[in-house]
């Protein structure tokens, strides 16, 4: 789905005709980066699933969005699957699903809502690894709303997909 275009562009996506040399080179720039953007982004409407599960990042905005979500109703169960990796170790020195754990617990999220995967590396392992964790803890899946960063959406998608393909996946961000 694609956004608005951005106000220095036509309807079409393309930059107006009023700008000349270095200027309509980024402005073009612009127009590219945000096609790239908008290609990333599923345009998914978050609605009621099984679970929700945040991939784990570099920034806890993602489990700010799983906090709001899991208060809006949108599953019982919340997973936050990270481990670390090198941009993320000095942020998160207990691994990224550790923190995402006590801030969305900061953000009114009970503690027996929520199940941590420390361990994934990667997308694959944080869709892996969260899949045996609800195994194991005996929750019946049938339908995922991933949460993660914009950029994400479209990978964390299909990854999941690809791994899991039984469940209907959602993306929100």
Not at 66 to 86: C, D, I, M, W
Not at 127 to 148: K, N, P, T
């Amino acid at each position: 789905m694609r956004a608005t275009p951005p106000y220095w562009c036509t309807s079409a996506g393309r930059p107006k005709a009023r700008a000349s040399g270095r200027q309509r080179e980024q402005e073009w720039e612009w127009a590219d980066a945000q096609l790239i953007w908008d290609y990333h982004l599923m345009g998914h409407k978050p609605r009621p699933c099984s679970v929700g599960i945040g991939l784990g990042s570099h920034h806890l905005g993602v489990a700010t969005r799983a906090a709001e979500l899991y208060a809006a109703g949108h599953f019982p169960t919340l997973v936050f699957s990270g481990g670390n990796s090198p941009t993320t170790l000095a942020r998160f020195p207990r691994g990224e699903a550790v923190h995402y754990r006590e801030h969305a617990r900061d953000l009114g999220v009970p503690d027996e809502a929520i199940l941590v995967e420390p361990r994934a590396g990667n997308t694959g392992q944080n869709i892996e690894f969260s899949r045996q964790l609800l195994s194991r803890a005996g929750i019946a899946v049938d339908s995922v709303l991933l949460i993660c960063k914009p950029y994400m959406e479209r990978r964390a998608y299909a990854t999941c997909r690809r791994l899991w393909p039984e469940v209907e996946v959602v993306c929100a961000s």
